[in-house]
């Protein structure tokens, strides 16, 4: 058995993972600092760009990930499954909206910002977009909602930060899928 090198381990823990890794985790696997996890991730997706093999280096939630790049993947839609969820509904998509901006947020205060019912929390909590990050100090102590790492995913956002100000009208490069 040959010796593992940090770039085999990199491009190994990437493909296995499934999901965005941080710095961190890569330099708990990789055993080097931070720095170096950084370095080691721009040289290897700069490799992945110029070998042109079909996937590329994301930097996403707060991690990185291999993904195959726009261009190619309507191309690959028979081999990709399952079939993607409904589109959110409008009142869905405001739901979630007032909750990526006030988060934490109450129904209650969700409920007066729109100035309608809340319900469709349920389905943002069910495709795992929302969810409860604790309780108010108000009376009742009502549930406050806020996003997932999940919602930052599926609106191609590494952090809340990248979210539009509110003054923007330029939101559809948010609604990718």
């Known amino acids: 058995m040959h010796d593992v090198s940090s770039r085999e ?7 296995a993972s499934g999901r965005p890794v941080s710095i961190k ?13 950084r370095q080691a991730l ?7 760009e110029a070998a042109a093999l079909g996937f590329r280096l994301e930097e996403i939630a707060g991690g990185y990930r291999l993904v195959v790049p726009g261009s190619l993947s309507g191309r690959l839609a028979p081999l ?23 988060q934490p947020v109450t129904r209650a205060e969700i409920e007066a910002m729109r100035g309608a019912s809340a319900g469709t929390i349920v389905t943002l909590q069910e495709r795992e977009l929302v969810k409860v990050v604790g309780r108010s100090d108000t009376i009742g102590k009502p549930l406050l909602y806020g996003t997932t790492q999940k919602f930052l995913l ?8 990248e979210l539009p100000s509110l003054e923007s009208t330029d939101f559809a490069g948010l609604l990718r899928g």
């Open 9 to 15: 381990l990199l491009g190994a823990a990437l493909l």
């Open 25 to 37: 985790e890569f330099a708990q696997v990789l055993g080097l600092p931070d720095e170096a996890v």
């Open 42 to 48: 721009l040289a290897y997706g700069a490799a992945l």
């Open 80 to 102: 990709l499954a399952p079939p993607p969820l409904p589109s959110l509904s409008t009142a869905a998509l405001e739901v979630l909206a007032v909750i990526a901006y006030r």
């Open 154 to 161: 599926e609106f191609g956002l590494n952090s809340l930060e």
